[in-house]
Each structure stands twice: as C-alpha cells, then as structure tokens.
C-alpha cells in the first residue's frame, strides 16, 4: 500500500510539473522533476521532461544526458526517441539527430512527423536524394500536414544541384495545383474601396518576426513606411517573442498574433481587417502560411524577401525582386507571379560593430584563404568537387569552411574531399561563431567561394562589407543569381561566372594577382556606401510599387477580382 500511495504522490507530482511546464515556468517544473527524481531516480518521464527544460534553458549537455537516461530506461518509447533527435538536430548533431528519427520510424513506421523531421536532417546534413526521397514518403501517407511537407520538399530542391531550374518551378506549380484547385471556388468576391490614391492597407504575414534573417530586413523598412499614405498591419505566425518581435510590434499600427490559428481563421481575419495588399515574407520557408494567400483574402498579394523564387501560388500576383537577381527575359518563365523589380534590391544594414577590412591576409605573409562560411546544406558534392579541382590548382591554398563544428559534419567534409584527394591539412573547419567573431573571421580571408546552385544571401553582403569578394556561379534562377546581384550593385561584374570552368579560372586569376585583390578589398566598404540601398529608399521604392499594384487592380472590373 506505501508503495502505491508513493507512485500515487509522484505521478499527482509529474501532473502539476507538466502543467507548470506547459504554462511556461520552467522554474517551477525544474524543481518539481528534480524532486520526483531524489525519490525515484529511475522515473523516465521525469527524465524525459528534466531533459527538455535543460535544453530550452541552454543546458543542452545535460538535456541530452537526461533523455538518453530515460530512452535507457524506456527504449520502446517513440516521443523519448523523437525529442532526442529534435535536440540533436538543434545542436547540429545531424547523423545523431538522423539516427535518432530512424529509431523513431522503426516504432512507428507511418510517423509523418518523424519522416517530415528526418528527411530535414537529411537536407542539414547536405544529403539531398535522401532529403528528397523521405519527403516523398511522408507525401505518400497523406494526413493533414501535406501543404508544409511539400514546401519543405520545394525548399530542399532549391538545394539540389541535379535539378533544373524548370523541374524545380514544375513541382511548385503541382503543389499550387494540390493546394489551390480545392479552395479556388470558394474566394470570395473583394469588396475593399478602390479609390487608387486612398490610404491603404498593408500587411506583412511571416513567422520570422525574431533573430532572423528575414527580420533584419523587413524591420528597418516598417519603420520607414508613411504612415499617412499606408496603415501596416503584422501578422505572425511564430510564437517565440524577443527584442526584434517588440521592435516590429511597436513599428506597426496592428499586431495579429497567428501562431495556432487556423489558415481559413487567419484568412478571415484578414478579410475582416480589410487588408487591401498582402505581403509574404516566407515563400516555403518554415512557418509559412501560403495555405492563408491560397484562399486569396486580400485583392492584391504580393511575395518579397524570405524565398529566392516563385512560391508557384497563382494567388500570389507579384513578386517583389530587382534588375540583377531576376534580369529581365532570364527568370520570368520560372514564375508564376509578375515580377516587379525595384532599382534598389534589398536593404542591408552592417553590424554597427563590424571591424573595419583590414590588409589582404596573403600579402601579409599568409597562406592563400578562400572560403565559405555558407550553411553547410548548400555545399553538395558538385561544389566540392568544383572546390577540390581548385585546391589541387592553387596548391598553396587552403579553405575555409564554416558552420563545421559538430563531429558528424566534420567527419562527412573530411570524407567528401578525400574522395577528390583533398586532405584535411588543406581545409580550416570553423564552428558555428557569435556575429562578432563570425565578422572576424573574414580578417584571414582572402577570397570567398559561393556555394550553387543555392547562392549565399546575407553571408554574400557581410563578405562584401568586410572587404572579401566571392566568386559566384550565375544560373537561370534566382536562387541561383543572389551573389550575382550583390556583385552587380557594387560594380564586380568579373567575380561573376557562367560555368564551373569560369569560376575555377575566376579564382585563379584572383590568386595571381594579390595587389590587384587586396586593391578590390580596400575599395569594398566604399562601393557598398556607394549604392544607395538604404531603408528609407527602399521603402519609397517599394510603396510606389505598391500603389502602382493598387492602381491595377482598381482598373479592373469587380468581376475580375
């Protein structure tokens, strides 16, 4: 009876941890496992659940440590196992992470999540067919999280090299075709004002409203929207909260909070705010909400930023590019969006901090360094062959790569340029750095190598402010044409190649002209300044491309829209 009546206390114990968890007071449940775990050392699910808390308060050793305890004890358990692997795969551990989802497939072979989850370690962990193969599988098995699983596949082909530009715009027009076929018949009739110079109503829909990429762009321009000519409407679909979250929160004049709200309840909300222009900022990134413009809520929708490419949604009428990323005649057929370019690209705002460029290693005494501190899943075994092919020309070179610290990735770059007769002598594997350090870096750099057919973005424009030109392979894409138009505004047109041979003779005539490379580094920070990219030009640009939308569609009939 003792012994009942304890596992009674400790499982009336575990209920009340959960529930402090669940409501966010991790101090709480801390404590609460802590004790479960003094009486009974052995409690997996207290292990379990000690584990998460450990890793969401950045003790992710001992969370990890927790949950393999707990598997030890309870093997068969799939969540212990799937949570494991989520934390593995967070910490870059992407062959453990990979392991660990398959552990999960063997107890329950028909988890779409844990085939959606798998087949993204595979992507991290650069393995494209695999990434590919596994996303078709949980396809195959149907559910209701096919809209996310097939963008999760079409970003992923954005990374394949063996795919054309036309395959990969082929299956964004078949997920349209699954997505809106079924939900074209019920738009409904737009019945906003269509006075062309009234204010309007403008609202930007991501989840990447926090410390990322897509924030650093987009919050500077909503702060210099006019607000006397637009009214800026956010709606976010994430629900992490930090300083660029109020930042942008406080930026605009209405804030709608989607995170958990259905597609069709953030659909009406929109029609209920009478949102007249609709901005995504995701594409088939994660946490989009392209099945919200699929049921087309707003008259005019627009895409912009977060996606280097169409999303293939006919509900989606633009896409928001500029001259040198989507030239004219080169990628319109890849859309079905109409291009709308502005003459000033995208913004781009250095750290304040940012040291200034310093002189060219090489000429400093240094070995030859080229780099790429691009995330590892754009670098497939076409660029390291590329890569291997110039490090056997410039023997006294060596490359740097970044995002390289976790054993598994590590162990699979050293084993991919082995296979090209590249030893490990001739590569610097940097780990994941803060932004400071990450800046730093580019001090032993001569030359950066961009990776394909999935250009570096951001990582192009911080290379370029800290002095450091990439060689970029331009193809028929615009995923494939980033570095290309960060290349064209700062006039570097000779960085730019149209084959794997001209991108290996770009790097060589580079390496043997060092006073002519450390000229076009000293010259960077002043061509950046020169090209004005700022916000608040941007943001003229992009509202007058905005009230040009608006003027179209107040041109046609009431039918037609």
């Known amino acids: 009876m003792k012994r009942t009546h304890g596992a009674q206390v400790i499982a009336q114990a575990l209920q009340t941890a959960i ?32 584990g998460l808390i450990e890793h969401q308060q950045g003790n992710s050793q001992a969370g990890l440590r927790a949950i393999q305890q707990a598997i030890e004890l309870r093997p068969g358990d799939a969540t212990f196992h799937f949570n494991l ?28 999540e844990a085939l959606n989850y798998l087949a993204i370690a595979w992507r991290l962990a ?48 078949r ?37 990322h990429v897509v924030a650093y762009f987009i919050e500077p321009i909503l702060a210099q929207h006019d607000k006397s000519a637009f009214e800026i409407f956010a709606y976010y679909s994430y629900h992490l909260h930090d300083a660029h979250t109020r930042s942008i929160a406080n ?44 049921r087309k809520p707003a008259p005019v929708q627009v895409n912009w930023v977060g996606y280097p490419g169409s999303t293939g949604l006919t509900a989606i009428d633009y896409r928001i590019s500029d001259p040198w990323q989507d030239a004219p005649g080169v990628t319109e057929r890849y859309h079905s969006e109409t291009l709308v370019r502005l003459p000033s690209g995208m913004a781009f705002e250095p750290d304040p901090a940012s040291p200034p460029a310093n002189p060219l290693p090489a000429l400093q005494g240094e070995r030859l360094t080229l780099a790429c501190l691009n995330n590892l899943s754009k670098v497939n075994p076409e660029v390291i062959a590329l890569w291997s092919r110039i490090l056997h020309a410039l023997p006294q070179a060596r490359l740097m790569l970044g995002n390289a610290g976790e054993d598994s990735v590590r162990a699979r770059l050293l084993g991919l340029f082995a296979q090209h007769q590249i030893g490990p002598e001739r ?31 951001t990582t ?44 290996q003779q770009c790097v060589l005539r580079a390496a043997q002209d060092l006073p002519a490379l450390d000229n076009v580094r000293q010259s960077l920070r002043s061509r950046m300044n020169a090209v004005d990219c700022s916000p608040a030009t941007i943001t003229r640009h992009l509202e007058a491309a905005y009230r040009q939308m608006w003027r179209t569609w107040c041109g046609k009939s009431s039918t037609a829209s």
């Open 427 to 457: 590569l610097v594997l940097q780990p994941r750095v803060p932004m400071a350090d990450y800046l730093a870096l580019h001090h032993q750099i001569d030359l950066a190598l961009d990776p394909f057919p999935y250009n570096g973005g």
């Open 460 to 503: 192009t424009m911080h290379s370029l402010w800290m002095g450091v030109p990439v060689v970029s392979l331009a193809g028929d894409h615009a995923v494939s044409r980033l570095s290309a138009a960060h290349l064209s505004r700062v006039g570097l047109p000779q960085f730019i190649a149209h084959s794997e041979d001209e991108y």
């Open 126 to 173: 650069g393995d494209m067919e695999q990434a590919e193969q596994t996303f078709r599988r949980a396809l195959d098995l149907g559910g209701d999280r096919q809209a996310e699983i097939h963008s999760n596949l079409l970003f992923t082909l954005l990374h394949d090299s063996r795919k054309s530009a036309a395959e990969v715009f082929a299956e964004h027009q």
């Open 85 to 112: 692997a989520n934390m593995q795969q967070e910490l870059g551990q992407y062959s453990q992470a990979i392991a660990s989802y398959q552990r999960v497939l063997v107890l329950q072979p028909d988890s779409v």
């Open 19 to 50: 529930a402090h968890h669940q409501r966010g007071d991790l101090v709480s449940a801390r404590a609460l496992y802590q004790q479960i775990l003094a009486q009974e050392p052995q409690n997996p699910d207290a292990l379990h659940l000690l």
């Open 251 to 294: 930026s605009v004049d209405h804030w709608r909070e989607c995170f958990g709200v259905t597609d069709e309840g953030v659909a009406q909300c929109i029609r209920d705010d009478g949102i007249d222009i609709l901005i995504d900022l995701s594409g088939h990134t994660v946490y989009n909400r392209l099945p919200v413009f699929a």
């Open 175 to 211: 997920y349209a075709q699954l997505l809106e076929t079924p939900l074209k018949p019920l738009w409904q009739p737009h019945v906003n004002n269509r006075d062309p110079q009234r204010r309007l109503k403008i609202a930007y829909v991501s989840g990447d409203f926090c410390a």
